[in-house]
């Protein structure tokens, strides 16, 4: 299964789906000993520490300070991580809005944070932008 490469085929079905809650980015210094019961969506080691992707009531019991609390929107598409410019033509229209993203990729599918106060904007603009596709 290596996924869709062309980018037209790409927008047409990329099938956005809001997922429940609301996630926070959060920074540590070094994996917490108990990272596995923070169940993380993501995280990631940058050279100042570890960035977490934390459901907000799970970052908040957890005492970390957080950054503003997003919602995530999974692009149903089976987008192949060698597709060229899927993210871009996303992340740019929903720019031209003013919207900002944070987009990460897993193997199958792209997922975008986007600012809980935004999001039904975002999901009316990705359809628009399917449509268009």
């Keep these: 299964m290596s996924g869709e490469t062309n980018l037209d085929a790409l927008l047409k079905s990329m099938r956005p789906v809001l997922r429940d809650g609301e996630f926070v980015f959060c920074t540590t210094p070094e ?16 050279d100042e520490g570890l960035t977490l992707i934390l459901r907000r009531e799970r970052a908040e019991a957890a005492g970390f300070q957080c ?24 992340t740019s229209w929903l720019a031209t809005h003013g919207i900002s993203v944070n ?9 975008l944070f986007v600012l809980a106060d935004r999001v039904e904007e975002c999901l009316s603009l990705l359809t628009e932008l399917s449509l268009q596709g």
């Design 103 to 111: 987009p990460v990729s897993g193997y199958y599918h792209d997922h």
């Design 67 to 90: 950054s503003a609390a997003f919602r995530m929107v999974t692009l149903s598409v089976h987008s192949s991580l060698e597709a060229v410019g899927f993210l871009a033509a996303i």
């Design 31 to 46: 994996p917490p000993p108990d990272l596995g019961a923070l169940e993380p969506v993501g995280f990631f080691r940058e």
